[in-house]
């Protein structure tokens, strides 16, 4: 499980594959529910990616 601000490496993202291999935060606050299919909203990655959403299966602690 992660939480704010958790440093995480993106190992798969079916959100933007540009992703994958970057390390990044977590920036919700609760846990994923509903909203976000379950996934997790990972910011902070590049100027050109978004935030992200990852399914945490997709993440490994940095």
Known sequence: MFSTG???LIV???D???AVG????IV?????G?????RWTVAGISLL???VLCHSHELRPA
């Open 6 to 8: 958790d440093k995480v």
């Open 49 to 51: 990616i978004t935030p």
């Open 34 to 38: 509903p909203l976000t299919a379950g």
């Open 28 to 32: 919700d606050e609760v846990p994923p």
């Open 16 to 18: 933007d594959p540009r």
């Open 22 to 25: 970057r390390t990044s935060r």
């Open 12 to 14: 798969a993202c079916e």
